[in-house]
């Protein structure tokens, strides 16, 4: 059954949604912490307030980005105007994934609504709590019909996968999205898969380290590691790298104190079955800093590993945890094919003062977005496209992309009718060469 909403029907239920979020703040807060012990903090800076934020310019928006954009039209057409009109996929599944659970589930769920889909959200069964606040907030806000939340684990997603949809947005581990693009490829189903990967972190022998290290443990350990676009291992210029673990060391005790376990900035690993997966790769001689661990309360200390092989657990697949592996070249050369060894990850960082050894970086590398001297900061850009490339995913959001992500674009001629120019016209006849040179032209 198809549900439609003009414009100002779909602001209206946006204005409502923003209500609604707002008076549950702390409720979300306090459903994160109890799924994995998520600082209030972090909770508010990359969860509701980004989600509050995404919504209120999508409110602000939604009329400009939902209206006809003429475009200039081509002389081949003359005299005519031709417009590009978004209209909405239809049915829209969204899956999420546990590891920023309210703001994954929300942000995709607010441009698909913006741009006047039937949307079927389907939360992470690993963060219950929060599952169960999104649920909350959805009924409260919308019509059966128009939005709803299935709440459930992986048969619940193959059985809604199984399902025809006319938009599916993904977002999870690569293994997974396979599946989604699998199941997608039954119907034509367009897809976003947001993914991930191994995210490297370059840093030359012209970086300021002090700052670098800074930069790079809030990053790394924000979200205990669980962070789709977290650096996942450093490749450090060899000179540097002593100077630099001194640093990276001063700053995880800095942030989190001696004991991380009792600091309440640093969240817990999301399960037991994700804490095994961690520690198993864990090789105790490397470990040059952290390396505690708890089962009960699947903790892991914010760890620093001596890395010197491509060929270790660690480095065999993204980490997506509080370990950090530290690599070193000697010569720029070697730094090429590190990340070549990988797939296109999600993310990439390099630390320098060189601009060209920055640019270079940038430029001879396939990456979804990423940092010059910072971490994960790209994703609060509203203005910046945020998504993978090859194995990190398909397509891209934020801001205005979300909507157009969620819009299908009809490209339109409006074509006059007071003139009607014979050249296209058979019979051709001598019209070749006139045609030739008309062409040229445009
Ligand atoms: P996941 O792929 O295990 O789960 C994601 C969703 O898929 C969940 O809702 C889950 O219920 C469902 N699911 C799990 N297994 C399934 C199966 N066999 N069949 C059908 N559905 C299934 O991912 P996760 O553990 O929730 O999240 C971590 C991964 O997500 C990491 O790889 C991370 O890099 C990635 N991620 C990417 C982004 C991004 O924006 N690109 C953001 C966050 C996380």
Not at 46 to 72: C, F, G, M
Not at 258 to 268: Q, V
Not at 285 to 292: A, E
Not at 403 to 412: A, E, Q
Request: charged share 25%.
């Amino acid at each position: 059954m198809s549900y439609k909403l003009n414009i100002s029907s779909r602001k209206e239920t946006l204005i409502k949604l923003l209500d609604v979020i707002i008076k549950h703040e702390n409720k979300i807060i306090q459903a994160l912490h109890e799924d994995f012990k998520k600082p209030p903090f972090e909770s508010v800076l990359t969860e509701t307030s980004y989600v509050i934020s995404e919504l209120k310019d999508t409110i602000k928006n939604i009329k400009s980005w939902a209206k006809p954009k003429r475009v200039w039209p081509s002389l081949l057409n003359f005299p005519s105007t031709d417009y590009i009109y978004k209209e909405p996929y239809g049915k829209v599944l969204i899956i999420a994934p546990w590891n920023y659970p309210f703001q994954l589930a929300l942000c995709p769920l607010i441009s698909a609504v913006a741009a006047g889909n039937q949307v079927v959200l389907k939360p992470s069964e690993l963060t219950p709590k929060t599952s169960a606040i999104i649920a909350e907030i959805i009924e409260k806000t919308f019509q059966h019909n128009h939005v709803k939340v299935i709440e459930g684990g992986v048969e619940a997603t193959q059985k809604l996968l199984a399902q025809r949809w006319d938009y599916i947005f993904f977002t999870g581990s690569v293994p997974v999205g396979k599946i989604v693009a699998k199941a997608a490829a039954e119907n034509l189903t367009p897809v976003t898969l947001e993914l991930g990967g191994k995210n490297p972190c370059i840093i030359d022998e012209t970086a300021n380290l002090k700052l670098a290290a800074k930069r790079i443990v809030w990053g790394k350990f924000l979200n205990a590691g669980q962070t789709c676009i977290a650096p996942d291992y450093i490749l450090i210029q060899e000179d540097m790298k002593s100077h630099f673990v001194d640093y990276l060391k001063k700053e995880i005790t800095a942030a989190y104190g001696e004991d991380p376990k009792s600091s309440p900035d640093f969240p817990r690993i999301v399960n037991e079955k994700n804490w095994h997966r961690l520690v198993s790769m864990i090789e105790p001689q490397k470990v040059i800093f952290g390396g505690i661990t708890d089962v009960e309360d699947c903790y892991i200390s914010p760890t620093l590993i001596e890395e010197n092989s491509l060929d270790s657990l660690l480095m065999e697949d993204e980490i997506f945890g509080p370990i950090l592996p530290i690599l070193t070249y000697k010569d720029e050369a070697e730094i090429g094919p590190v990340i070549s060894k990988y797939e296109k990850p999600l993310a990439l960082y390099v630390f320098t003062d060189d601009r060209k050894f920055a640019k270079k970086i940038i430029k001879n590398h396939s990456f979804g977005g990423g940092c010059i001297n910072e971490t994960v900061m790209h994703f609060s850009n509203k203005r910046l496209p945020f998504g993978g490339v090859g194995h990190s995913g398909i397509g891209a959001y934020h801001g205005k992309l979300s909507f157009d992500t969620f819009s299908h674009c009809k490209g339109v001629v409006k074509k006059a009718t007071w003139l009607d120019l014979p050249m296209r016209y058979a019979p051709y006849n001598n019209k070749l060469a006139s045609i030739k040179k008309l062409l040229k032209w445009l």
